[in-house]
């Protein structure tokens, strides 16, 4: 069945955030915002589509529509609520509850933090630190880039089962520690900043695993991290972690053109065809960078500045792979992920494979392929697969094709990207050749 969302294509990525944002403030409950607002859309879908006539301006239509919602759907819970009372009380029993709160009014601006982006706006009230680091992602695909929970599942390598129930634990968490929607001010903006950040950058990282050629801008999470990022930049443009994110993005967007082959099967680094790349875009990624550069050291400064290195390389040969090794080492003891240690290996991996033959270039290279087969054991699973992916691109670069083959064959049947397992099988007939 297709997502109803997807026939809206930019226009909802552009109105989602801004209806969440009102319905929010108006109901004040991010839960109810987030469900009447997709009944709304919903509503919007089949009136397009029947020939109902013209919405006019989507965001409007759907806040209209959904507050319309919410105030029958509570009208109709207080009717009930009252023939409850009356049997409970005819039966002797006590009364319960009186009726729901009326809406808040419709020109009470406090909930929506005044000018602040929609996006954003919603971002700093999902990225709560009474939430985890799962629950914040998974609430921000939702409430901010209105992705389904199919679709979240999707992109997280996750049950639709396992999604529904992280969303819903989420908002009720935000909700029991919070109570009614509200944007925080900004000094608590300033303080949950690298949290945003954090989860802006997630959703980056799902985008640049999952869709690596999206054709419906609601999946082009990619495009939207980005617009996140303009934001962010606008709000804090001072920031070097701000521009540093920003940077990171660009650049791997700017990259993004050539990542697939003609059957659709990614493409490693070392087979791009860099000329495809998207100059303008790396020009503004690297400006970022420098000025991110110049006025920190935090993580995504260093993302930036290895970013940073890959592209503007000429060749994948010509990348100065000592000074990406040296970079996600200081990643590391800044932020030390499971997959900066997996990618810091990995960089090792090349810059060893590129020198001349001798023994302690082989000594080094058994080194590094014990400490990804832990990783490739014990990281999560993200990073182990990562792992795994390097391990066999090593057997593959040492000539060991037997080895090789059967290392993509095993991750052609696990690995949750299409184009990633096309690949895989690539290489694994080709060891076998």
Known sequence: MTDPLAALG?????????????????TGSLEAAEEVAAEAVARAVEQAGSGGGPLGSLAAWCIAVGKRTWVDDGRHAAVERRHVQRVAAESGGRAGETDVAPPADDDDRAGLGGALDDRLALLF???????????????????????????IAAHLGIQPSAAAA????????????RGRFHVPEAPERRV???????????????AHRDVLDPQDPIDDLGRQSLSIADALVAEYPDDSEVRGLRAVIRLGLARRPGRLDAAGAAVPLDEVDRSRWDRPLIEAGL????????????????????AGLHTSAPSFAETDWERVVSFYAELERVWGAPSVVVARLSADLHRTLLEQPSGERTARLRAIERALGECAESAAPYAATDARLALADLAWRDGR???????????????????????????AGASQA
């Open 10 to 26: 930019d226009d909802f990525v552009d109105a989602w955030p801004r209806i969440v944002r009102a319905l929010a403030a108006y």
């Open 192 to 206: 949950r900043l690298p949290v945003v950040l954090a989860s802006v950058a997630g959703m980056f990282t799902v």
């Open 287 to 306: 400006d970022d960078a420098a000025a991110a550069a110049r006025r920190g050291e935090g993580r995504f400064v260093l993302e930036a500045a290895i």
């Open 125 to 151: 009230v999902a990225c709560d630190p009474a939430l985890t680091e799962q629950a914040r992602l998974v609430l921000g695909l939702r409430v901010v880039c209105g992705l389904s929970t199919p679709r």
């Open 166 to 177: 992280r969303l819903t634990r989420a908002k009720h968490a935000l909700a029991e520690a």
């Open 401 to 427: 094709r037997a080895a090789a083959a059967e290392r993509y064959a095993a991750l052609a049947a696990v690995v949750p990207t299409e184009s990633v397992r096309r690949f895989c099988l690539r290489r």
